[in-house]
């Protein structure tokens, strides 16, 4: 079971933290929510973002005079890495690890370059995980609406003696506090990170919902439905789920369809399913996926563009451009 840390001192962690310079490195969607999030519970901040992209544009219209990484590697105590799994290792090697000096603390939103040794830190420098349990824009609502969202904090290196102070503080200053901090390791962050978003939240999710569509138009009924079916009536699940848990879900829809889920629903999630999700596991924990994503990035990831181009003409996404944009117009 994970630790979840009780009776986080916020204010005792956020005035130690401000007196500490914070950098976030990198202005995408969780780069901004940290960046703004962090500013408005009274810490400094420095954003650093390349000029010329609308990341750069953003940081500025939303209050920051953006730096390069370099600047901002030598300015700050805390480095906050919020850069593509992809372009945090060369930007590392580059324009961070030759500025990095002790008593730094880098800390990373997700623990796939240090897990996979793509960036290894000096023994000299903390080095911290944080990662909230929500998308930046998840991360930066909650926050605004006096909420939170959990987080995962690990400890990969404790030169400091007071890394875990550092990665609890940043924690409470996203405003994770409010709603639960795990304390995990960068190893299991990192492999069930990956197997969820391959096994079921992205790529399990998004065949299912392609090869349900396209069982029913192969059977002769009206695309349109089967969009209905498969697709857009899935967020109500979801947010069924997300409040009130599988159970509850299932207290809350029809008698019909519980029936169907509780028979059916094994039949096609069956044991030769848990049996390729196992062997999604067993390349996660091998490095097979790491060394894959990274080969494919390198050669400008030409199954990810394919996939993505016949996507863009799958029948599914012509007929939910075309409904979406009739709800939007009514």
Do not use: W
Request: proline content about 5%; charged content about 25%; glycine content about 10%.
């Amino acid at each position: 079971m994970l630790t979840r840390i009780e009776n986080i001192d916020a204010p005792a962690l956020l005035d130690r933290l401000r007196e500490r310079t914070c950098a976030v490195l990198g202005y995408g969607s969780q780069g901004s929510a940290f960046a703004r999030n962090l500013r408005d519970s009274g810490l400094p901040v420095i954003v650093a973002q390349r000029p010329g992209g609308p990341r750069h544009s953003e940081a500025r219209a939303d209050g920051f005079v953006p730096c390069s990484v370099r600047e901002a590697s030598q300015a700050a105590d805390l480095l906050i890495l919020a850069l593509p799994d992809d372009h945090a290792p060369h930007v590392y090697r580059d324009e961070i690890a030759p500025h990095l000096r002790r008593g730094q603390t880098l800390a990373l939103l997700h623990g796939f370059t240090v897990h996979y040794g793509l960036i290894a830190p000096p023994p000299e420098v903390d080095v911290v995980l944080v990662a909230p349990k929500a998308q930046g824009r998840g991360v930066r609502d909650a926050f605004v609406a006096g909420r939170g969202v959990f987080a995962l904090i690990a400890v990969h290196q404790d030169s400091s003696g007071q890394a875990r102070q550092a990665a609890l503080a940043l924690a409470a200053a996203i405003g994770s506090h409010r709603a639960g901090v795990f304390e995990t390791t960068f190893r299991e962050e990192t492999e069930t990170d990956l197997f969820g978003e391959q096994a079921v939240l992205c790529g399990g999710l998004s065949a299912l919902v392609l090869a349900g569509f396209e069982t029913l138009v192969e059977a002769g009924y009206p695309p349109e439905l089967a969009y209905f079916e498969c697709c857009h009536e899935l967020k109500l699940l979801v947010d069924l789920i997300h409040e009130h848990g599988i159970r509850g879900m299932r207290e809350r829809i029809s008698s019909t369809a519980r029936f169907g889920d509780v028979t059916r629903g094994p039949r096609v999630i069956d044991e030769h399913v848990r049996g390729r999700m196992r062997d999604l596991l067993d390349e996660i924990r091998s490095g097979r996926f790491a060394r894959e994503f990274i080969a494919e990035q390198t050669a400008g990831s030409p199954l990810v563009r394919a996939a993505l181009n016949r996507l863009a003409q799958h029948q599914l996404e012509a007929i939910g451009e075309e409904l979406r944009g009739t709800a939007r117009g009514a």
